[in-house]
């Protein structure tokens, strides 16, 4: 009866809670926020002044008595009352076109979680969902979400590898008869990447830069391969042709602000280590798979999806240490959001959903 109730009143809601951004999908509607994941709120008591794009302005810009932060690491809640606040922020959100019946908003939500968390963090999340205003919530590995929302038919006795590179986390799965067969979870992602180009520069030119300018310069001129022609060229003639931007921070030596022309190599080198692990990571995943699987996934290629697969080359240098094709999403970055849309849809799969997350 209270179902009936509160189902007039919501908009069932797949959230994609990502380190870096959260994505709201909402029936009916499609995907309607696509905002960072960070949270600006006064240190003493807790009282929250900005979420979402307006904290990102703010990030790096605080004065003392307020801090801004990522409520997410690596995949899980760091922050629980943060967490919490923005699920509602975004929940209410959506409900505000009703007027005075948001009031009443109780949403079925579905959200994707990493597929390597523990018991008490996969806890954390439903929880959070709970508190912030949802009648009814229900888990779903990344992975399996991303596939799902890449139109892959999971049920089927074919495996299909999806690599994820978010921004905490990058999910390696195998996926087949509606389940993972296999699967890792990196905290080597996006934001390792940003660190690795703070440190790079830190301690090749002595500049000092924040994580919202190394993440500029990683989506300017960030790549993680260089193919054979580019490598054979005259050196001159390959400076010419290459992308450079400019970055400004704070000089080590003098403590004064200073610009530094970066060019793509230089980031290349800066994240080479944090693609390695990525590389290391699938090549893994397939030894560890099943033959049959194997023989399946070089069949029919790796998925690659998640804001990584936005970096440029990433995809070819799969397929050179691998040997498998690679297809890379149309939309990367909103593959686990409509999966789990889809799964709100679809009856099979949230029944499926209800017994794999075992918390509703």
Known sequence: MFDKFFSIFSHDIGIDLGTANTLVWVRGKGIVIREPSIVTMHKKDKKLIAIGTEAKKMLGKTPASLVTIRPLRGGVIADFDATSAMISHYVQKVHDTNGFMSLWARPKVVIGIPSSVTEVERRAVWEAALSAGAREAYLIEEPMAAA????????????????????????????????????KSLKVAGDEMDKAIIHYLRLRHGLIIGEASAEDLKIKIGSAYQNQK???????????????????????????????????????????????????????????????????????????????????????????????????????????????????????????????????
Do not use: C, W, Y
């Open 230 to 360: 580019s490598k054979l060229k005259d050196q001159k003639q390959d400076t010419a042709k290459e992308r450079m931007a400019i970055v400004r921070g704070r000089d080590v030596e003098t403590g004064l602000p200073r610009s530094l022309r970066v060019t793509e190599t230089e980031i290349r080198e800066a994240i080479a280590s944090s693609v390695v692990q990525i590389i290391e990571g699938v090549s893994d995943i397939l030894e560890e798979s099943p033959p049959e699987l194997t023989s399946d996934i070089l069949e029919h290629g790796i998925i690659l999806t998640g804001g990584g697969a936005e970096l440029s080359g990433l995809d070819q240098l799969i397929v050179e240490r691998t040997h498998i094709p690679v297809i890379v999403s149309d939309s990367p970055l909103l593959s686990v959001v409509r999966g789990t849309g889809k799964v709100l849809e679809d009856k099979e799969l949230l029944n499926r959903v209800k017994v794999t997350g075992g918390l509703s």
């Open 148 to 183: 799902i929302g890449e139109g892959v038919s999971v049920f089927q006795p074919t495996g299909m590898m999806i690599v994820d590179v978010g921004g905490g986390t990058t999910e390696i799965a195998v996926i087949s008869l509606g389940g993972i067969v296999v699967s």
